[in-house]
């Protein structure tokens, strides 16, 4: 079955550092999603991707994330500097068109120290 | 998109079919209905979704009411395995929003 790959699948870093989670989509995928999920907030959607151009990223602290599609293949999110309040688990998604399903990656556990 | 209620927990024993409710009174009429479950430190993962008519896959059922104001999950043989949180969300054209989904513990 095509998965939607998420690296590094751990990553304990402290505070200040730059940390950047990759993901690769279901190749064909042209929609791609970041999501953060806490004990406190649960999931929620930081940033969309289609055809590789932002569609939004109203829910992603601006000052410190960025999201990219550098190509087709390739999805980044990247924190600098990295705070102790951005420890969670980062999901990636991918999918086509609206009335199909998202799939999910199985997430960066991240650990600001 | 429209809001959705879903009980906090549920019980099943292993077997046995698990039927999960969910509410989605304010729901319009070119919004579909997503499961997802989460299997503890596993991403979200896609279970079933429809629009009007009732579905089913491998995985499990879909029972939409003629109204479309609610529907029901059906895991028809649970096994422990299916243990985890499931999420009803309801999807028009943006993004899935999850909520608190439902607690599904499946006992032997």
């Known amino acids: 079955d095509a998965r939607v790959t998420q690296t590094p699948r751990h990553k304990v870093t402290e505070m200040g550092q730059e940390v950047t989670m990759r993901c690769q989509p279901i190749?064909?995928?042209?929609?791609v999603f970041w999501y953060r999920q806490t004990m406190m907030q649960g999931l929620e959607l930081l940033a969309y991707?289609?055809?590789?151009?932002?569609?939004?990223d109203s829910g992603m602290p601006k000052d410190r994330f960025s999201a990219e599609m550098p190509d087709a293949t390739l999805a980044t999110l990247k924190i600098q500097p990295s705070e102790p309040r951005d420890s969670a688990v980062y999901f990636c998604a991918s999918g086509l068109v609206r009335g199909q399903p998202q799939h999910f990656g199985d997430g960066t556990r991240l650990s600001i120290l | 998109d429209a809001k959705t209620t879903q009980p906090t927990s549920m019980d099943c024993a292993e077997g046995r079919a698990a039927n999960l409710p969910c509410n989605h009174s304010?729901?319009?009429?070119?919004?579909?209905v997503y499961w997802y479950r989460q299997i503890h430190s596993q991403g979200p993962q896609y279970i079933i979704h429809g629009l009007k008519n009732n579905e089913t896959n491998e995985m499990a059922s879909l029972i939409i009411t003629e109204d479309r104001k609610s529907s029901t999950l059906i895991l028809p043989h649970a096994t422990l395995r299916d243990t985890a949180v499931y999420y009803c969300?309801?999807?028009?054209?943006?993004?899935?929003?999850f909520g608190k989904g439902t607690m599904l513990l499946v006992s032997p």
């Open positions: 991707f289609r055809n590789r151009a932002p569609l939004d």
């Open positions: 190749l064909g995928h042209n929609t």
């Open positions: 969300i309801v999807r028009g054209y943006s993004t899935l929003t």
């Open positions: 304010t729901i319009s009429g070119n919004e579909y």
